[in-house]
T-cell receptor, first 117, second 111 residues
């Protein structure tokens, strides 16, 4: 597609359930990023992928969070045993990647608004 | 790693006046500095960016300046209009893990 696509756009679930969020990047973009944005707050970096590998997972808030990317395209962010503090908008972005340095424009999707009851 | 500070957190200006948002960064190796605009409930959108080999860049009513020596960069919006009301984020990148964002500035345009 023309832009970064995320699904679902909204997700409401009960505390303790697992959720899976999906991101489909712009075609040809080798780098993919996940961010979390709480209401009225800034962008909290979670994880990025260069191709299918995630060189640095230290931004993930806890071991309940995991992410994977297959085929150098679609990525899923999984949150296990959700807690109320996980409620936020989860944004995905993608970019080209040159020279091993992340200095290319990132293009964001519309995000998934996650609400934990 | 990189650390980006952004000021002010809230900025209120009269319609037609100019607005300036400032950011500082810590990593002297950073070489790419984008600015994003996020309207309420929408995705962040890139509005302008600058690379370290350039000191200033303009696009109609918006401009960005970069001072590499002082490690700070600024967004300038002239002749502000109601549709400029939004949250603006600066970012810096030069490292392997992509962009580091500032905490954002809520720009309010008063009619």
């Amino acid at each position: 597609g023309a832009g970064v696509s995320q699904s679902p756009s909204n997700k409401v679930t009960e505390k303790g359930k697992d959720v899976e969020l999906r991101c489909d990047p712009i075609s040809g973009h080798t780098a993919l990023y996940w961010y979390r944005q709480s209401l009225g707050q800034g962008l909290e970096f979670l994880i990025y992928f260069q191709g299918n590998s995630a060189p640095d997972k230290s931004g993930l808030p806890s071991d309940r969070f995991s992410a994977e990317r297959t085929g150098g395209s679609v990525s899923t962010l999984t949150i296990q045993r959700t807690q109320q503090e996980d409620s936020a908008v989860y944004l995905c972005a993608s970019s080209l990647w040159y020279g091993g340095r992340g200095n290319q424009p990132q293009h964001f999707g519309d995000g998934t608004r996650l609400s934990i009851l | 790693g990189e650390n980006v500070e952004q000021h002010p957190s809230t900025l209120s200006v009269q319609e037609g006046d100019s607005a300036v948002i400032k950011c500082t960064y810590s990593d002297s190796a950073s070489n790419y500095f984008p600015w994003y605009k996020q309207e309420l409930g929408k995705r962040p959108q890139l509005i302008i960016d600058i690379r370290s080999n350039v000191g200033e860049k303009k696009d109609q009513r918006i401009a960005v300046t970069l001072n590499k020596t002082a490690k700070h960069f600024s967004l300038h919006i002239t002749e502000t209009q109601p549709e400029d009301s939004a949250v603006y984020f600066c970012a810096a990148s030069g490292g392997a893990d992509g962009l580091t964002f500032g905490k954002g500035t809520h720009l309010i345009i008063q009619p």
